[in-house]
């Protein structure tokens, strides 16, 4: 069903938000003529998208670039056990949930690594930008697009049981930058490997990070939070850290409008090892759309190969291959970068 024009849609589902004082009727007006870009649909990003397309914001763009694994039904909220067996990936199951619960909203969904190369488009006419990453790469570019193109965004992360969020307003609030100058050295942090994950931090991460979407969208950004909040849930601690006097003194931030290195691809790599997955991501440059009858003819005579229209999985000896459109490749049995290249080129191709 295509979504209903702001002025002619129901507003009786979103009775019980307009009641309080700071939506009202003219907020959820400007909710439904909004956009919002959530990079990221595992499990901070399913949580925002539940709730975002729920409070009838009436564009939600998911971009993620990965398939469902049994594992991730522990804490992402918008997928079942048939959604594991199909195959798919996370953006498409997110969206076909998503159109179920709410057909007066669009959702659009971009099976996609967020990268240097077509983050300009992912961002092109949004609102917001939030934070369903799993990696300080992604999240540095999110933080040079949000300056760059003055659309404010908000941050997330968890692991065990601690999360943190904070607010980006550019031009008026502290960046990322302000206080992570560089983003930390692979094995330098806790991953979901060695930490683990419990779900309900996940749930209050991103539930803040969706209350600071709404007061933007809803047209109240003096709400805002000014801080970086930090909540560990098994010990009961929260703390709020204030970074405000950051953002005169750092003189080479990227808030400062100076430079935009994870913007203009001269930061970053094109390997990441997954959280918690055993598996390796590759991405290419050159960019172009791979034929899965081609390939699936050439690997079968070697492996066990299945496809449908979003990707390709191959299973050898230890190892699954999960090929996409583009190129991108996920190589399951093993977080070695180097070994992952070496299994992409001996079974994919250089």
Known sequence: MEKQPTDTADL????????????????????????????????????????????????VRI??????????????????????AAGIPKAIAAQRRLER????????????????SNIGSLVEGVDIILDGTDNFETRF??????????????????????????TVLPGKSPCLRCFMAEAPPPG????????????????????????????????????????????????NRL????IANLFSGFE???????????LEGDRGTRTAVLCGRNAVQLSFPEKGEVSFEQLAAKLSPLG??????????????QYTLTVFRDGRTIVGGTDDIAEARTIHARYIGA
């Open 12 to 59: 009786s589902r979103y009775s019980r938000q307009m009641r309080y004082p700071g939506i009202g009727e003219e907020g959820q007006k400007r909710l439904l003529a909004s956009r919002a870009l959530i990079c990221g649909c595992g499990a901070l990003g399913s949580v925002l998208a539940n709730t975002l397309v729920r409070a009838g914001v009436g564009h």
């Open 63 to 84: 971009v993620d670039r990965d398939f469902l694994e049994l594992n991730n039904l522990q804490r992402q909220i918008l997928y079942d056990e048939d959604d594991v």
């Open 101 to 116: 619960i709410n057909s007066q909203v669009k959702v659009e969904a971009i099976v996609a690594d967020v990268d240097a």
């Open 141 to 166: 570019l999110l933080n040079d697009a949000s300056l760059k193109y003055g659309i404010p965004w908000v941050y997330g992360g968890c692991i065990g049981a601690e999360g943190q969020t904070m």
């Open 188 to 235: 330098s942090t806790p991953t979901c490997d060695s930490a683990g994950i419990l779900a309900p931090i996940i749930n209050v991460i991103a539930s803040i990070e969706a209350a600071e979407a709404l007061k933007i969208l809803a047209g109240h950004s003096e709400a805002v939070s000014k801080q970086l909040s930090v909540i560990e849930l098994w010990e």
């Open 239 to 242: 703390r709020q850290i204030s």
């Open 252 to 262: 080479n931030c990227a808030c400062r409008g100076k430079d935009f290195p994870w």
């Open 304 to 317: 066990r190969v299945e496809y449908n229209r979003y990707l390709l999985r191959f299973e050898v000896d």
